[in-house]
């Protein structure tokens, strides 16, 4: 095949990878394999900009679609290669090309493991903030290309607030280096948001510059119970006061998620199981002893206020893990709660307690049997659900129209933070309207008009 022939010509021995010899890892990400019956034409593996902009001027010549692939832990079916195409790894784009103390910045290949770069900051006194249950295997490029959240984006914002600049390969095989390491830059559009969240479908990236944070030295953990909803909204508020910036994560709990939690790790229940809501509350700083006193008097003022009903404070790190493996559950559910269905998805922060008792309601009405787990990182907005229906194969279908309905009329998104890949690609019109969606096809249209980038994602 003349595009093959092309490709092996233009890389070395061992960088272009025929159909027959790719690993089947690179059929899917974790959330959608490609069909048996099709395969990719060719995998390669890239070492730079130029190795990007060479494979993708290739693919140009012969129409032929390109999907890049970082550490493949996306749950939509984003990386997810189409018929035909060919995958452009990151994964041999490892350098972490350097640390800039003044500017407080990283700049770093895209295939790095986001725990490399959690580690590279620590080791050089700083922090990176972005985190997750895959940061082992998940990539930067990837996270950016997603626009990746997780549990402390109350303070620190999701990964499109973590980077000061990128380089990236536009489909005709143009390189775009803008490799800025300042937060203040107004020099025309903010190239770099097109980019970010763009799951592959606009370009790219090979390289970016992240922002670092000063080191924290101190945690706090507690867990807490509330009466209802309003008191949840009531002790955010009151959190966010007394706390100030140290507040990095606010992750509500509903009680048959608490209960699951418990049952599958074994644990005693750190607080009665006949409360409402749970709230696992942490703060991060750089004072100690100030930290403890000042969280201490946020949760006693918050049980004086009556706006929480019982309240366990982690007395070590030990505890503290303790009260976040119960946060953790999710990453146990393929053990203790399947088969499901999961969402994760955005609701305003006011109108969440009401949404999940409606989708409760809404699902039982047609499933009386229905199990439904809530829980998310709700001062962000972010709420997950985890159905579960007494059926085999569980309706799909019927349980995400039923959920999805419901967050179009509040005004929510389909998508959190897992972006929409091809998952979600049927519902985009819950949370985009026809003249966003109409721009997003522009944007594309300019960007990538053969439509080879990802073609069949997002749009
Ligand atoms: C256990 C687990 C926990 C998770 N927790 C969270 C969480 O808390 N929050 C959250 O937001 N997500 C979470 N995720 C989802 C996932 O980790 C993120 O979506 C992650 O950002 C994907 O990175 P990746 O390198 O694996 O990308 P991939 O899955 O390889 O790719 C994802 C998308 O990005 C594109 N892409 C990859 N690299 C590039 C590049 N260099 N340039 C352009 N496009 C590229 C791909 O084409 C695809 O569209 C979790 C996943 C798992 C498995």
Redesign the pocket.
Known sequence: MALLADLQAAFEPGRVVVPEHIHSRHRS??GVALADDEQPAALVYACNAGDVSRALEICGRYDCAV??????????G??TPVDGCVI?S?ER?RAIEEIDTAAATMTVE??VA?ERIQQAAAEAGFFFPL????RG???????????????RVLRYG??RDLVLGLE?VLADGTVVTSLNKMQKNNAGYDIKHL?IG????L????RVVLRLFPATTSECTALCAVSDYDAVLAFLAHAKAQLGPTLSAFEVMWPDFYRLALEAHGMRPPLDENHSAYILLDTLGTDTEADQARFEDTIASALDQGLIEDAVLAQSLADSERLWTLRGL??EFSRVFTPRIDF?ISVPIGDIGVFIERAHAGLIAQWPKARVLGWGHIADSNVHLSVSIDEQPQPLEAVERTIYALVREYGGSIS????I?LLKKPFLDYSRSPAEIALMQRMKQALDPAGLL?PG??L
Request: hydrophobic share 40%; glycine share 22%; proline share 0%.
């Open positions: 990400d974790w999907v890049a692939q970082g550490g493949l832990t996306g749950l939509t984003a990386a452009v990151l784009m895209a295939g986001l985190d997750r249950g895959a295997s998940c990539q930067i490029g990837g996270n950016i290309a997603t626009n990746a959240g997780g549990n999701m990964a990236v980019f763009s799951e592959g479908t370009g790219i990236i090979t999710a990453g994760d959190a933070e897992h972006g890949g990802n994602k997002v």
